[in-house]
């Protein structure tokens, strides 16, 4: 098994755009986590998914961010309009069933200037 | 609410040192607790893992013992090596879905 898949590895954009996380989960999970790590506030969940439904976005930041997943083999973590203090590294991670383990992907490193 | 809090880092050892970083939690019910390590620039991995009270979970020489009693879960290594150099985060999952992280514990052996 490949593990969680992330891309991109590292995203530099400017202030204003668009970015946009992609996530492949482990095949036959049925879990998603987005999860958003900083120095100053360590590890946040954002979002996360059962059987490709959203339960609860409560920690999402505010309106710029989305999160969809359209099939159980991929989901995406919008930004729009992106900002410098978005810069973090942002993980997703996936389980299967309620009380598993998470396998998490390598991250993808934000910067926006 | 649940909630994690870890021994504040940064821990510094010799090798071959006696490893200890302390977790205790806060959760209603009958949480799994969960060690997870991070590698320079990777994401987590699950290291080791208990689901009831009394459980030990072990991987790589590590150890930690789910103490109900004393809401704890400390995580162990009798000899460390330079290779175990990360940051660690004590976790647990509840009858909410997802996991809640501690703040991470930094630990660097020197050789």
């Known amino acids: 098994d490949a593990g969680v898949i992330q891309s991109p590895r590292h995203e530099v954009t400017e202030m204003g755009q668009e970015v946009t996380l992609r996530c492949k989960p482990i095949?036959?999970?049925?879990?998603l986590f987005w999860y958003r790590q900083t120095m100053m506030r360590g590890l946040e969940l954002l979002i996360y998914f059962n059987n490709n439904v959203p339960i609860d976005d409560s920690g999402m930041p505010e309106d710029r961010f989305s999160a969809k997943m359209p099939n159980a083999s991929f989901s995406t973590l919008k930004i729009q309009p992106s900002e410098p203090r978005d810069s973090a590294v942002y993980f997703c991670?996936?389980?299967?069933?309620?009380?598993?383990?998470?396998?998490f992907g390598s991250g993808t490193r934000l910067t926006v200037v | 609410g649940n909630s994690v809090t870890q021994m504040e880092g940064p821990v510094t050892l010799s090798e071959e040192a006696f490893l200890t970083i302390n977790c205790t939690y806060t959760a209603t019910g009958y949480p799994s607790l969960f060690w997870y390590v991070q590698y320079p620039g990777e994401g987590l991995q699950l290291l080791l893992k208990?689901?009831?009270?009394?459980d030990k979970g072990s991987n790589k020489g590590f150890e930690a013992t789910y103490r109900k009693e004393t809401t704890s879960f400390h995580l162990e290594k009798g000899s460390v090596q330079v290779s175990d150099s990360a940051v660690y985060f004590c976790a647990l999952r509840g009858s909410a879905r997802q996991l809640t992280f501690g703040s991470g514990t930094q630990l660097t052996v020197l050789p």
């Open positions: 208990a689901t009831k009270a009394d």
């Open positions: 991670a996936s389980s299967f069933a309620v009380l598993g383990g998470y396998t």
């Open positions: 095949s036959g999970h049925d879990y």
